[in-house]
């Protein structure tokens, strides 16, 4: 399965967005890139999920390079409750398994 | 409702012990997974059975056991308990084992004495 690559941690200001990046630089072209977050003494959560074009959900925005070979996700008003960490994850479209790989992820703090 | 539901929350044991992890999900999914969290908080998966049959068995000690009823739930049952296996295990559902997202129970923190 493809890695990603996340920065260990990020700090925001609450009621700013912010801008999670993910470098996956070996993706394949039937890789689909999810995020999912997990919250403290909580299971993990998924986040929004895309293929190519730019998503987007109530929770949050998947902004995915021309090339895949990076995504971003964005939340666009950070509140106190998205302090999290966030896993940005590659998953084979014609997999039958449907197995997550978690990386270590990205904590994000999120300030008053 | 709960979508996907874990008991117990908490569990602690000595070593050598036999456990159960009871696990149920009110999605209607036809994939269910068991994770584990170690203490270094890398999470990685462990089982995985689709319509009841076991589809990912990732290197698990034989000393750990899944079983699935039915389609709704998927047990862990742990033989020989070990100070290694102190973690926190989650349960997980998924529409299919394709690219569905998956639903996570809250964890059920073991921890072996």
């Known amino acids: 399965d493809a890695k990603t690559t996340q920065p260990n941690s990020m700090e925001s200001n609450e009621e700013e967005p912010v801008h999670l990046p993910c470098n996956h630089s070996t993706i394949s072209g039937t890789d689909y890139i999810h995020w999912y977050r997990q919250l403290p003494s909580q299971g993990p959560e998924y986040v929004i999920h895309g293929l190519t074009s730019n998503v987007n959900n109530r929770m949050a925005s998947l902004a995915i390079a021309e090339d895949r070979k990076s995504s971003t996700l964005i939340l666009h008003r950070a509140t106190l409750r998205d302090a999290a960490v966030y896993y940005c994850i590659l998953r084979l479209g014609s997999s039958n398994t449907g197995k997550l790989i978690f990386g270590q992820g990205t904590t994000l703090q999120v300030k008053p | 409702d709960t979508a996907v539901s874990q008991t117990p929350k908490y569990l602690v044991t000595q070593m050598g012990n036999d456990k159960s992890i009871k696990c149920e999900q009110n999605l209607g999914h036809d994939t269910m997974y068991w994770y584990k969290q170690d203490s270094k908080k890398f999470l990685k998966i462990m089982f995985s059975?689709?319509?009841?049959?076991?589809?990912i068995n990732e290197t698990v000690p034989n000393r750990f056991s899944p079983k699935s009823p039915d389609k709704a739930h998927l047990n862990l049952h742990i033989n020989s308990l070990e100070l290694g296996d102190s973690a926190v295990y989650f349960c997980?559902?998924?529409?299919?084992?394709?690219?569905?997202?998956?639903?996570f129970g809250n964890g059920t923190r073991l921890t072996v004495t």
């Open positions: 059975y689709n319509n009841k049959e076991l589809i």
């Open positions: 997980a559902s998924s529409a299919n084992s394709g690219i569905s997202p998956l639903h």
